[in-house]
C-alpha cells in the first residue's frame, strides 16, 4: 500500500529554517518524479518544488526559487525540502508527493497522484 508520511514541520520565526522530510512506501521511490505542494488558508494548492526521479534535475516555484532546495534519497525512500529564509507567506500545510508516471516536471498539482496527510508550517514571530 503506497505510503507518504511528511515530518519536521512546525513553528519558526520569519527568517529561520525547517527542513521537512518524507517517508515513502508501497512503491519503488526510485521510478518516480516527487515534489512538494502547500495550501494555505483560503488560497489554492501550489506546487513549491519537484525533483526527477534520479536527480538531479529539479524546478521551484518563483515564490521559493533562492530559498528552498529539494533532494532525494533513493535508497532510504526519502524526499527532504530544505526552507530556508522562512517567510509569513510560507505558512501552510505542506504535502509531499507522487507525481504520474509521463507528467514530467512542470510541478503542476493537477500531475501529482498520491500524496502524505501533510504537515503544518507556521513562520511566525
Known amino acids: 500500500q503506497l505510503q507518504l508520511v511528511e515530518s519536521g514541520g512546525g513553528l519558526v520565526q520569519p527568517g529561520g529554517s525547517l527542513r521537512l522530510s518524507c517517508a515513502a512506501s508501497?512503491?519503488?521511490?526510485?521510478?518516480?518524479?516527487m515534489g512538494w505542494f502547500r495550501q494555505a488558508p483560503g488560497k489554492e494548492r501550489e506546487g513549491v518544488s519537484c525533483?526527477?526521479?534520479?536527480?538531479?534535475?529539479?524546478y521551484y516555484a518563483d515564490s521559493v526559487r533562492g530559498r528552498f532546495t529539494i533532494s532525494r534519497d533513493n535508497a532510504k525512500n526519502q524526499v527532504y525540502l530544505q526552507m530556508n529564509s522562512l517567510k509569513p507567506e510560507d505558512t501552510a500545510v505542506y504535502y509531499c508527493?507522487?507525481?504520474?508516471?509521463?507528467?514530467?516536471?512542470?510541478?503542476?498539482?493537477?500531475?501529482?497522484?498520491?500524496w502524505g496527510q501533510g504537515i503544518q508550517v507556521t513562520v511566525s514571530s
Open positions: 508527493a507522487r507525481i504520474e508516471s509521463g507528467r514530467g516536471l512542470r510541478c503542476a498539482t493537477t500531475d501529482f497522484d498520491s
Open positions: 508501497g512503491f519503488t521511490l526510485a521510478f518516480y518524479n
Open positions: 525533483i526527477a526521479s534520479g536527480g538531479p534535475y529539479t
